[in-house]
């Protein structure tokens, strides 16, 4: 029941016909999928239903299984955890987006029991939790050869459902392990296919996050609030302000006295590393990050601080946005999402350019 499974093809919608030209957005669909007894699988169906082509980023959408938090999944009104992977992408490439024509839709089935901790079993209620402006985006004008439709937003009337699920009170529990051993302080480091280079390679960047993660917190722990701050975090507010220093506290704390495992298996190129955020400190290293510097943006360095925030024991952090230029805007239209989101932080610690 708690695999990970995701299929999705792109449909043309006939049943749409004219209307769908005079319409300017997308339509989101969610329903339990047919027979479901009890293994919390839903179908996702995405619809154009513009009048013009739009490239839609996979990583937004579950075509490709989950590598966000990118449904709310409640129970009685209280949100359920996500324990699925969290990803560190590059920043989006031609082959990162689907095409969808006017009134084609894309379509998915996913089994939300494998990434949100629904083990108490019974009846949840779901929505999909990304804006149209997150989903639909420009790809490379190079590569695009047509513009994309301005999506103004969702049509969500059908983008809620409810599902059951059947009580797994034995699944997720990597974490209470963990829990167990939190009295254990060692900052050590252990291998899972990893070249000796590769070795060294991590133990270099993981002093130079240490380094990164003291800078931040004594930054913090000063009472600073200057461009630094409020470029990555937004106009100053006192409440934000301590989450985020307590974050670096965390952060620091758990890069230079926590046992990590290192796993170097992933080769994808388009992602630096992810995570699973009940389960600290393990660290899958992809492509992207041995192609890294050690150090400034974007870097092994970086992408360590970044990791580790996303831990729940650490900051719980999410990925609300991807690269600089999408954290300081995020700092700008949503302080509270940019205090949320790993990126911010990483960027915020790497500070280049240096900002005061």
């Not at 009295?183 to 000796?196: M, Q, R």
């Not at 620091?252 to 990590?260: H, I, V």
């Not at 690269?323 to 239209?333: F, I």
Request: charged content about 15%; proline content about 4%; aromatic content about 12%.
């Amino acid at each position: 029941m708690h695999k990970l499974f995701a299929g999705f093809a792109v449909f043309a919608v006939g049943m749409l016909g004219s209307a769908a030209v005079h319409s300017a957005g997308l339509e989101i669909a969610l329903s339990p999928s047919a027979g479901n007894s009890g293994d919390g699988t839903i179908e996702y169906r995405l619809i154009n239903q513009s009048g013009t082509s739009v490239h839609v980023l996979r990583w937004q959408t579950p075509v490709d299984g989950l590598t966000n938090d990118l449904f709310s999944v409640r129970q009685n009104g209280e949100e359920v955890a996500y324990v699925g992977p969290l990803y560190k992408r590059v920043a989006p490439r031609p082959e990162d987006f689907v095409e969808l024509k006017p009134g084609e839709s894309l379509d998915a089935k996913v089994d939300l029991s494998a990434s949100y901790d629904m083990r108490k079993g019974g009846l949840y209620e779901v929505s999909y939790a990304r804006e149209a402006r997150e989903v639909v985006q420009e790809v490379m004008a190079a590569d695009r050869g047509g513009a994309t439709a301005a999506v103004t937003g969702f049509d969500m009337r059908r983008g809620t459902t409810s599902v059951y699920a059947d009580a797994s009170p034995d699944v997720f529990d990597e974490d209470n392990s963990f829990r167990a051993q939190v009295g254990i302080l060692a900052a050590t480091n252990s291998y899972v296919s990893c070249s000796t280079t590769r070795k060294s390679q991590l133990v270099t960047a993981r002093n130079s996050s240490v380094t990164y993660a003291s800078n931040s917190r004594n930054y913090l722990t000063a009472g600073n609030t200057g461009s630094r701050y409020t470029w990555w975090f937004g106009t100053y507010n006192s409440s934000r302000y301590a989450t985020v220093r307590t974050h670096f506290n965390n952060i620091y704390s758990a890069l230079s006295s926590q046992p990590f495992t290192f796993n170097c298996s992933c080769s994808d190129s388009g992602t630096y590393a992810y995570v699973y955020p009940t389960q600290p400190y393990k660290v899958y290293l992809c492509g992207a990050f041995w192609a890294a510097p050690n150090t400034g943006t974007d870097s092994r360095a970086g992408t360590l601080v970044h990791e580790t925030s996303h831990f729940n024991v650490v900051a719980g952090t999410q990925d609300n946005g991807y690269g600089q230029t999408a954290a300081h805007n995020l700092a700008v239209s949503n302080p509270a999402k940019a205090v949320a989101n790993a990126d911010n932080h990483e960027y915020f610690a790497e500070n280049t350019p240096a900002r005061n």
